[in-house]
């Protein structure tokens, strides 16, 4: 699957992370954006303070060379100046790190290594969005609707709604849902805000 938003009009919020995963594309990083950024990326109209994306495991040299691009380009990391204790402590460990631009706090990228079978689903699956001459990858839509159904915030169900109407005519509703009951995501909860019943 592969979406074309040529004539989408970029705000800051775009233009801030399309800058971020250029960088990640000349330093030949594999990334997947994920959460609430998908849903803002289609139309939603709501505020994020940080745009989440998982990254393929790094070595250190593929880090430092990621890490000074970033900062040759005027963003910095909120966490630590370090960057050994970044790769160390955050990084390696799954934790955050986040990037906003030099002078800034918000907006930031919230980049973490991926650790799980649903993290290397989205990587391994990420889709394609072509922005003008960008491209950015973000991940499956219907893990996207099912992972945000099982965090469960207010926010988070009316990101998976969104998404649901937008798509459901173009998505594998069968996967979906597949991935729903492997969240174990209650069905009352997936009936309420998607219309569709589970059996």
Avoid at 38 to 47: E, V
Avoid at 122 to 139: H, N, Q, T, W
Avoid at 149 to 172: N, P, R, T, V
């Amino acid at each position: 699957m592969e979406f074309n938003l040529q004539g989408k009009k970029l705000n800051k919020l775009d233009k801030f992370v399309l800058e971020f995963c250029e960088i990640a594309k000349k330093v030949r990083v594999e990334y997947v954006i994920v959460s609430g950024y998908i849903s803002i990326l289609f139309g939603r109209a709501r505020a994020t303070e940080d745009v989440d994306i998982l990254t393929q495991p790094l070595s250190y040299k593929k880090f430092v060379e990621f890490w000074k691009l970033l900062k040759k380009k005027k963003f910095y990391c909120i966490n630590t100046d370090d960057v050994k204790e970044a790769y160390d402590e955050f990084f390696l460990k799954h934790l955050p790190l986040r990037f906003a631009k030099v002078g800034t706090f918000i907006p930031n990228i919230e980049m973490k290594k991926i650790k799980n079978k649903i993290d290397e689903m989205a990587l391994d699956e990420r889709i394609v969005v072509k922005i003008g001459p960008y491209r950015i990858f973000i991940s499956p839509i219907e893990l996207q609707i099912a992972y945000k159904l099982f965090l469960g915030s207010i926010k988070d169900l009316e990101d998976a709604k969104f998404l649901f109407e937008m798509f459901k005519e173009s998505i594998d509703q069968k996967k979906m849902v597949e991935l729903i009951k492997a969240l174990n995501v209650n069905k009352k909860v997936v009936e309420e805000w998607l219309g569709i019943r589970l059996r």
